[in-house]
Structure formats: structure tokens, C-alpha cells
């Protein structure tokens, strides 16, 4: 069964920044692609970033050029950073395994307030 730790959520002001991570185990991290998710309060889940194993990445239009997704694979962990938070970025934020329409598995959840 997958593992999944993550951390980095929290309470920032707008214009803020914040570092979520996440250190997965029991499969085979640094062959599969990754992916950030967020659930925003009364919301569906919204895809926010991807990457292969290789370091590509994709970004969701309303993230793009205030987050970056990175990896280190030799300790199986996922990274967010989070630039020039907004109010709408509120939410609860789920690493997976996978990319955008074929995700199979994904951690508890961290979560990231903006407020002023």
C-alpha cells in the first residue's frame, strides 16, 4: 500500500509563499510521473501540476508562473513551491501518483490558508 507524508501547509498572507512537500513509498517513485491536486472549500478536485521522471512539467493555467513542481527522486519526495499566493489558492492540497485523467493514488492532504 502506498505511503504518504506530507507537509508545508499552513496560513499565509496573500502575496506570501509556501513549500509543500511529500515523501511517498512502496512503489516506484522515480519512474512515475507526479502530480499536485487541490480541493478548494465547497469544490471538486482541480489538477494543479505535473512531472515525469525525466523533470517535464505541466502546470495548470491558474498556478502557472507562481508555482513550481520538482522532485528529488533519491528521497522519493515531491515538491510545491508556491509564489504570490491568492485568496483562491485556499485549499486543501493532495500529492498523487499520476498525471492529469490517470491518477491512482494520493496522500491525506496538507492545508494552504490565504488570508489576510
Known amino acids: 500500500q502506498v505511503q504518504w507524508v506530507e507537509s508545508g501547509g499552513g496560513l499565509v498572507q496573500p502575496g506570501g509563499s509556501l513549500r509543500l512537500s511529500c515523501a511517498a513509498s512502496?512503489?516506484?517513485?522515480?519512474?512515475?510521473?507526479m502530480s499536485w491536486i487541490r480541493q478548494a472549500p465547497g469544490k471538486g478536485l482541480e489538477w494543479v501540476s505535473c512531472?515525469?521522471?525525466?523533470?517535464?512539467?505541466l502546470y495548470a493555467d491558474s498556478v502557472k508562473g507562481r508555482f513550481t513542481i520538482s522532485r528529488d527522486n533519491a528521497k522519493n519526495t515531491l515538491y510545491l513551491q508556491m509564489n504570490s499566493l491568492k485568496p483562491e489558492d485556499t485549499a486543501v492540497y493532495y500529492c498523487?501518483?499520476?498525471?492529469?485523467?490517470?491518477?491512482?493514488?494520493w496522500g491525506q492532504g496538507t492545508q494552504v490558508t490565504v488570508s489576510s
Open positions: 498523487a501518483r499520476g498525471t492529469v485523467g490517470a491518477l491512482t493514488s
Open positions: 512502496e512503489f516506484t517513485f522515480s519512474s512515475s510521473w
Open positions: 512531472i515525469n521522471s525525466g523533470g517535464s512539467t
